[in-house]
C-alpha cells in the first residue's frame, strides 16, 4: 500500500534539529524522498544519515544560509533536480529570511521521484 507522499521529494529548511528535524523524519516515514537543509552541514548530515538508516527513502543534506537569496535558489535547484521535482518545501528558518518562514507550500504537478 502506498504511503501518503509515496515517492515525492520534500526539501525541509531548519532540518539539522528540533522541528525540523522531526518533519523531516515524519515526512520520509510518509514515503517522501527528503532533502534536509540547515546552515549547520553537519548536523543536516547526521540528521539525513539517521533517516537514511532507518528509512527506504533517499535523503541528503544540503548547507544553506535561507538569508542569502540566491543560495537558497541554487540548493532548490539541487534538491528539485534530486530526480526533477519537488513536492514539498517546508521553511522553517530565520525571520531574516526573504521569504516566507514556517509554512509549509504542497507543489503540485510534476513527475514522481522513482
Same mark, same amino acid.
Given at each position: 500500500?502506498?504511503?501518503?507522499?509515496?515517492?515525492?521529494?520534500?526539501?525541509?529548511?531548519?532540518?539539522?534539529?528540533?522541528?525540523?528535524?522531526?518533519?523531516?523524519? !515524519?515526512?520520509?516515514?510518509?514515503?517522501?524522498?527528503?532533502?534536509?537543509?540547515?546552515?549547520?552541514?553537519?548536523?543536516?548530515?547526521?540528521?539525513?544519515?539517521?533517516?537514511?538508516?532507518?528509512?527506504? !527513502? !533517499?535523503?541528503?543534506?544540503?548547507?544553506?544560509?535561507?538569508?542569502?537569496?540566491?543560495?537558497?535558489?541554487?540548493?532548490?535547484?539541487?534538491?528539485?533536480?534530486?530526480?526533477?521535482?519537488?513536492?514539498?518545501?517546508?521553511?522553517?528558518?530565520?525571520?531574516?529570511?526573504?521569504?516566507?518562514?514556517?509554512?509549509?507550500?504542497?507543489?503540485?504537478?510534476?513527475?514522481?521521484? !522513482?
Amino acid at each position: 500500500m502506498d504511503k501518503l507522499l509515496q515517492d515525492r521529494v520534500a526539501i525541509v529548511t531548519g532540518g539539522a534539529q528540533g522541528l525540523g528535524q522531526a518533519i523531516a523524519r !515524519r515526512l520520509a516515514c510518509e514515503g517522501a524522498h527528503v532533502v534536509v537543509a540547515d546552515l549547520n552541514l553537519e548536523g543536516a548530515e547526521r540528521v539525513a544519515a539517521g533517516i537514511a538508516a532507518t528509512t527506504d !527513502r !533517499r535523503v541528503i543534506a544540503v548547507e544553506v544560509d535561507v538569508t542569502d537569496e540566491p543560495q537558497v535558489e541554487a540548493w532548490v535547484k539541487r534538491g528539485c533536480t534530486y530526480e526533477d521535482v519537488c513536492n514539498v518545501v517546508v521553511f522553517l528558518a530565520s525571520d531574516r529570511a526573504g521569504y516566507m518562514t514556517g509554512q509549509a507550500i504542497n507543489v503540485t504537478g510534476g513527475q514522481e521521484m !522513482r
